[in-house]
């Protein structure tokens, strides 16, 4: 079993930046690609950002492209989003999430991810 611990979250102002991080344990980090996701009141989770095992691809949703990136530091067992020129459309609270290394990534959908974390809050004012 793999645990994922997410914090980093907090209330910044629109165009402000933030870093989340994902810690895991339980498991062989290298073994698994891994995603963030964000779900808002009322909606439904979606996909924000995945990266594979080896940190080397990434890949983002349309609506983060050019202010998030996702990246991984193996020797730390963490997975990281940098948040820039954040806006109040990103408000959310953003969850990582991580899956056994398989062909057909990227994966995008939350069905394709097995071990998730408890989510943390962001929130941007405008």
């Known amino acids: 079993q793999v645990q994922l611990v997410e914090s980093g979250g907090g209330l910044v102002q629109a165009g402000g930046s933030l870093r989340l991080s994902c810690a895991a344990s339980g498991g062989t980090f290298s073994m698994y690609d891994m995603g963030w996701f964000r779900q808002a009141p009322g909606k439904e989770r979606e996909f924000v950002a995945a990266?594979?095992?080896?940190?080397?691809?990434?890949y983002y949703a349309d609506s983060v492209k050019g202010r998030l990136t996702i990246s991984r530091d193996n020797a730390q067992n963490t997975v990281y989003l940098q948040m820039n020129s954040l806006k109040p459309g990103d408000t959310a609270v953003y969850y990582c999430?991580?899956?056994?290394?398989?062909?057909?990534?990227?994966?995008?959908?939350?069905?394709?991810?097995?071990?998730w974390g408890q989510g943390t809050q962001v929130t941007v004012s405008s």
């Open positions: 990266i594979t095992w080896s940190g080397v691809s990434t």
């Open positions: 999430a991580a899956v056994l290394r398989k062909s057909g990534w990227p994966f995008t959908r939350v069905y394709e991810y097995t071990f």
